[in-house]
């Protein structure tokens, strides 16, 4: 049996996804910048994926921007805000648990003379909020906060975040990096204040290497790349018309019957937290502490699709490879950062020891993943963690 839990790293494309994509690639391949009709036929399929995607958001489709994904639609976002409204200050707020396409920019950002200060999180992965408004000053020109933690799933309440940030300080801008969040959210950034908003195609069974950005309209960013006027000089480049298509049509699949997936992935996370609960010398982590017995209401505090669960005694790379023999992927934390030798930030901010650190799974599971699949994992827990644990270090 081969049960794939990584749907946070990556998801399988759609069938409907690749059908369109090989459609563009093959029969209307042509350049959208061309005059000719193979031309205008590609600039049609940018035109209903950008219409779908403003429609999904309820925003302006002209506030739509394409790039090959959401490391570089985080990169565009905080970098090309932080120069374009440098005049009016230098200092960024972010917090201690976002992804390294947030961390590492900011760190650029800091090296050229900006301020950099990073919001602390309590230990379910929630942002303590009075710490971060009083993190706000004078120079404050941009805050950056994730919708949902890639690798343990803990959500921040971005419409009373955003609200309070107003009432201190009104012409912020505000990012948010919902990589995570979209597809399992209904996200909709002016009426929430969302400035600035990421996301990509392959966290819900769209293609790699495709990923958007919105931005207000009364928001300024510089381009990172120049050379060319396609996206209104913002993000010049042919753009990539097969893809682009197919993070229309992903974006538009994933709200399709959105409140009966949504509500399958919840009792799928109760259930398997449950049981896991019941092994030995484990911690499950982004949960919020009043969640006791994996109340529904409180499990529906963190993403519906994300576990991350420490196994004491044994080092996560060991587990994960044992899992792989029984068909199970799964991953030791968060993939797009796992060459890296250091700690998890996320995992260190909310306060996990190193050996902690060195034991964390993280599950994640799609709307295709069954109840059968769950409970052959749970199964194979039970099988190796007994064995594994003898051989544990000392």
């Excluded at 934390?333 to 964390?360: H, K, R, Y």
Aim: proline letters at 4%.
């Amino acid at each position: 049996m081969e049960v794939y839990l990584d749907n946070s790293a990556t998801t399988k494309v759609s069938k409907e996804v690749m059908d369109l994509m090989t459609k563009v690639s093959c029969e209307d391949y042509g350049n959208p910048s061309s005059k000719h009709s193979m031309g205008m036929r590609a600039e049609q399929y940018i035109k209903k994926a950008t219409e779908i995607i403003a429609a999904t958001l309820k925003v302006h489709p002209r506030e739509i921007l394409f790039t090959s994904g959401g490391t570089e639609a985080n990169n565009l976002a905080l970098v090309g805000a932080a120069f374009a409204n440098n005049r009016r200050g230098n200092h960024i707020i972010t917090t201690r648990i976002e992804h390294p396409s947030v961390q590492e920019p900011v760190l650029f950002l800091e090296n050229c003379g900006f301020k950099i200060d990073f919001a602390p999180v309590d230990r379910s992965g929630r942002l303590i909020e009075e710490e971060l408004y009083q993190l706000i000053n004078k120079d404050t020109i941009l805050i950056s906060i994730m919708y949902v933690n890639n690798e343990i799933g803990s959500v921040q309440d971005i419409d009373k975040i955003i609200s309070e940030i107003r009432k201190i300080k009104r012409n912020v801008i505000i990012h948010v990096d919902a990589t995570q969040a979209i597809g399992k959210y209904y996200i909709y950034p002016e009426r929430e204040g969302i400035d600035l908003l990421t996301f990509s195609g392959h966290k819900i069974h769209g293609p790699k290497g495709i990923g958007a950005l919105y931005v207000h309209r009364k928001v300024k960013i510089n381009p990172l790349v120049y050379g060319g006027g396609q996206q209104r000089g913002f993000r010049p480049g042919t753009e990539n018309v097969p893809a682009i298509a197919g993070l229309g049509l992903a974006i538009q699949e994933a709200y399709d019957k959105f409140n009966h997936k949504i509500e399958k992935l919840y009792k799928f996370k109760q259930y398997f937290l449950r049981e896991v609960s019941k092994l030995d010398d484990i911690k499950i982590n982004g949960i919020p502490k009043e969640c006791e017995n994996f109340e529904m209401e409180y499990i529906k505090m963190t993403a519906p699709h994300i576990m991350s669960v420490s196994f004491e005694g044994v080092r996560s790379e060991v587990l994960l490879h044992a899992l792989e023999e029984k068909g199970i992927y799964v991953s030791s934390g968060s993939a797009c950062s796992s060459n890296s030798p250091e700690s998890s930030a996320t995992l260190t901010g909310i306060g996990l020891s190193t050996n902690q650190i060195d034991s964390t799974i993280r599950f994640s599971m799609s709307s295709w993943t069954t109840m059968e699949e769950i409970d052959y994992t749970i199964d194979q827990l039970n099988e190796l963690l007994p064995f594994l644990r003898r051989y544990r270090r000392r």
